[in-house]
């Protein structure tokens, strides 16, 4: 797949930060997952920095097809811990996909996201921050090249809209439908 204007796949992201966002719960992992997936087919090692109170569900990306047992889990502190962990993970050159549970308020420097990035376009290495946030709020900081908004709409399945709210290398802003399959009754509203 190649790079294309407001695209959430593996390809769009490789050597560079993005944020995905969504106010409550409603499908960030499930693109994730996709985003995951796609790594691992290209045969690209990935990494799940998870802070002190997230948490990676493996049971649900097994059922993905996704090889849980191929992806690093480190379990950080807070926001500083895990962007360390991050940087580290970029500095070593061996992943291709890095995904940063941003649970909480997150107060990093944008010189700090600015190391990670540079690491990131060295190692062609995708590092993805998931945040809970409104549309409206600002992104981590300006380092972030692409930043995505998910909402759902509830039915018979899961269709999430990705919303595309910024993106520094295509300089345009999108909207994707995805729709997931759940456990029998998880989307009835």
Do not use: N
């Not at 059922?63 to 500095?91: F, N, T």
């Not at 709020?137 to 595309?164: E, K, Q």
């Amino acid at each position: 797949m190649g790079k294309s204007p407001g695209g959430w796949h593996f390809a769009d992201l490789v050597g560079s930060l993005s944020e995905l966002s969504e106010e409550t719960p409603c499908g960030a992992l499930s693109v994730t997952a996709d985003i995951v997936a796609e790594a691992q087919g290209e045969r690209e090692p990935v990494a799940w920095v998870a802070g002190a109170g997230s948490f990676f569900h493996p049971v649900d990306f097994q059922r993905r097809g996704i090889d849980v047992s191929a992806i690093a889990v480190i379990r950080a502190g807070d926001s500083l811990d895990s962007l360390r962990c991050a940087e580290h993970l970029a500095r070593s050159g061996a992943l291709g996909l890095i995904v940063v549970d941003a649970e909480g308020e997150w107060k990093v420097s944008d010189s700090a996201l600015g190391r990670v990035q540079k690491l990131a376009e060295r190692s062609r290495c995708a590092v993805l921050f998931l945040t809970r946030k409104r549309a409206a709020d600002p992104s981590l900081g300006t380092r972030i090249a692409r930043r995505g908004f998910i909402t759902r709409t509830v039915g018979a399945s899961l269709h999430v809209d990705l919303h595309t709210v910024r993106d520094v290398r295509f300089h345009s802003i999108a909207c994707q439908r995805r729709s997931y399959d759940g456990p029998a009754g998880l989307h009835q509203a």
